[in-house]
């Protein structure tokens, strides 16, 4: 038999629009040669415009559902989005202390790309203090990266996006990439850094039109990549190569926002989507 994919714990809400959350997960990873072993954080009521209600998972469910799968399957990385609870966070991190080798990418998922508030402050301050002390990789977009920094740092004042990124690594983790998705820029830029200061900063184009789901994708990317042993420095770089790819070929399925492609590399050229 041949060896299985690599396989990725993720931790994420359900999304009935396919854009965000963990069906986003699940067709990231699979596009990029893992397997996605999904635990549902939460049951939302969206569509491709903004969530209308969020059921939160009782933290033992969430529990249960790793750990059954964890004595049964080997993985290559754990992946976290929308956690939904304080208790679902403490959970979380119980669990990914028991695998302190295995790569922890967080995707710091506070608002919809709608504007819905989805972490109160009390979830934000757990983060900081159990999240990422462990996290190998955290993609903030800018608004995230400040709401994380201003509260370990204990101030209001608006700290500038190198400030944000110290912060979160003092807090413990590894690599902090600050995306510039939500930043007015003609270009969306970028940024990884550790300790030592900037990895590496990379420019893209700016896309027409409004994303629903490209945190996600991002963040599943770089999980599927350094599951695979890339080099976290290329696994970012591939990774943002990889979700503006997607972007580019997103559709409007509904009549909000944009999904992006996640499986773009396997359409037609010029077929508009029809695969018969």
Not at 67 to 81: F, T
Not at 208 to 235: K, P, R, V, W
Request: hydrophobic content about 40%.
């Amino acid at each position: 038999m041949p060896a299985p994919p690599p396989a990725v714990l993720v931790f994420a809400a359900n999304d009935p629009s396919g854009g965000a959350g963990i069906q986003a997960d699940i067709l990231a990873l699979a596009s990029i040669g893992c397997h996605p072993l999904p635990v549902i954080t939460g049951i939302t009521v969206q569509d491709s415009s903004r969530i209308e209600a969020l059921l939160t998972m009782d933290a033992k469910w969430v529990d249960d559902q790793a750990r059954c799968i964890l004595e049964d399957v080997p993985i290559a990385a754990i992946k976290l989005g929308l956690l939904c609870s304080v208790e679902i966070i403490a959970t979380v991190a119980e669990i990914v202390s028991d695998y302190p080798n295995v790569p922890l990418i967080f995707d710091p998922v506070l608002a919809s790309g709608g504007g819905d508030e989805l972490s109160s402050d009390d979830m934000i301050s757990a983060l900081n203090e159990l999240i990422l002390p462990q996290t190998t990789l955290i993609t903030p977009n800018t608004v995230e990266a400040r709401r994380l920094a201003q509260d370990i740092a204990a101030t209001d004042d608006e700290l500038d996006f190198a400030d944000c990124a110290k912060h979160l690594l003092e807090s413990g983790c590894e690599y902090v990439l600050i995306t510039g998705t939500h930043h007015h820029t003609p270009e969306v830029i970028n940024t990884l850094y550790d300790k030592s200061g900037v990895v590496r900063a990379d420019s893209w184009q700016r896309l027409q039109g409004s994303f629903h789901g490209s945190g996600c994708t991002l963040a599943s990317a770089c999980a599927a990549l350094i599951a695979q042993n890339d080099d976290l420095s290329e696994a970012v770089r591939d990774a943002q190569e990889y979700t503006w790819q997607s972007l580019q070929a997103g559709f409007r399925p509904g009549m909000g926002q944009f999904i992006p492609d996640r499986m773009f590399w396997a359409r037609d050229e010029g077929n508009n989507g029809d695969t018969h």
